[in-house]
């Protein structure tokens, strides 16, 4: 079965970093879609940005030009670079794989619309 571990969460100051890390374990074959999703207290969960396996990445409006999210295929990690913090950063933050495919037997794939990570807290403050 194909779980994903966060790491890297913490506290963190206005204007610091943070790197978060996601590695998914599993006979993987393929990960379409690796991503970064964060809730905050009393809010919905949202989009914080994805990486697709060709290459293409997407932000929020709210992270973009601080925060870079990179993949490494050959280890199914992701990663969440997280630069100049702000207090509104704080959140839980998600991990998530979309549309991948595990290796059951040789003959015989599995395949996950969607995988979650148990979540990591990050906290900005000082």
């Known amino acids: 079965q194909v779980q994903l571990r966060e790491s890297g969460g913490g506290l963190g100051q206005p204007g610091g970093s943070l790197r978060l890390s996601c590695a998914a374990s599993?006979?993987?074959?393929?990960?379409?879609?690796m991503g970064w999703y964060r809730q905050a207290p009393g809010k919905q969960r949202e989009l914080v940005a994805t990486?697709?396996?060709?290459?293409?990445?997407d932000y929020a409006a709210s992270v973009k030009g601080r925060f870079t999210i990179s993949r490494d295929d050959y280890k199914n990690t992701v990663y969440l670079q997280m630069n100049n913090l702000k207090p509104e950063d704080t959140a839980v933050y998600y991990c998530?794989?979309?549309?991948?495919?595990?290796?059951?037997?040789?003959?015989?794939?599995?395949?996950?619309?969607?995988?979650w990570g148990q979540g990591t807290t990050v906290t900005v403050s000082s």
């Open positions: 599993g006979a993987i074959l393929s990960i379409n879609v």
């Open positions: 990486a697709r396996s060709g290459g293409a990445t």
């Open positions: 998530n794989a979309g549309d991948v495919t595990e290796m059951i037997t040789e003959r015989k794939r599995q395949r996950y619309s969607e995988v």
